[in-house]
């Protein structure tokens, strides 16, 4: 079965740079969240997207943005980085506000 | 504030025996409760919910029970199995203004199983 898809897996970026995240939803979910998990911490809530329009925003900084694309793809604009943003970003996809399905993550590393 | 909370940082069980996954909660608001588990370097995988008009959900070996009075829920896996090792969360939705549910999550319980 077809799962929520993140590029990169990895990346490794310097302070001050930009970093764009890519989440390709399961086909015909109409919802995407983004959500950061920091070393030891649990997933908390950035923004979420239905029908490519933004729905909801969490604690995501300013120097972040997002969007959803005509194929329902996401993707996270990072702006600025800090040290403070090494994290592991994931995204998910529902259907209809059911079960959030997850994909792996992108680790970003800030040096 | 932590609205979802998992105060047990860890659990080992014996294969074959029951392992219990505790979770309360302080969000009146909240209407579905998820619980996912997690294996290093990967996402979240959703194993059960249980909408908060419901008091039980089994699925399997996974039983999800709900105390709405009590705020509690708690996950039952049994017989438990080695490959259950893993970090559980537990997770709660409320529907926002802006129409999506966002997951508010505990911060994890680590079950080991031993052989």
């Known amino acids: 079965a077809a799962g929520v898809i993140q590029s990169p897996r990895h990346l490794i970026k310097e302070k001050r740079e930009t970093a764009t995240l890519k989440c390709y939803p399961i086909?015909?979910?109409?919802?995407v969240y983004w959500y950061q998990q920091g070393p030891g911490q649990d997933p908390q809530f950035l923004i979420s997207f239905y029908e490519k329009m933004q729905s909801d925003k969490g604690s995501i900084p300013d120097r972040f943005s997002a969007q959803q694309f005509s194929d329902y793809h996401s993707e996270l604009n990072m702006s600025s980085l800090e040290l403070g943003d090494s994290a592991l970003y994931f995204c998910?996809?529902?259907?209809?506000?059911?079960?959030?399905?997850f994909g792996p993550g992108t680790r970003l590393t800030v040096l | 504030d932590q609205q979802v909370k998992q105060n047990s940082p860890s659990l080992s069980v014996q294969e074959g025996r029951i392992s219990i996954l505790n979770c309360d909660y302080t969000n009146s608001m909240f209407d579905y409760f998820l619980w996912y588990k997690k294996y290093p370097a990967e996402g979240p995988t959703f194993l059960i919910s249980i909408s908060s008009i419901k008091d039980k959900n089994e699925d399997g070996r996974f039983t999800v029970f709900l105390n709405k009075s009590a705020k509690h829920l708690s996950l039952h896996i049994v017989p438990s199995q080695p490959g259950d090792s893993a970090v559980y969360f537990c997770a709660a939705t409320a529907e926002t203004q802006g129409g999506s549910e966002k997951l508010v999550f505990g911060k994890g319980t680590k079950l080991t199983v031993n052989p």
């Open positions: 086909p015909r979910h109409d919802t």
């Open positions: 998910a996809s529902s259907l209809n506000y059911n079960e959030q399905f």
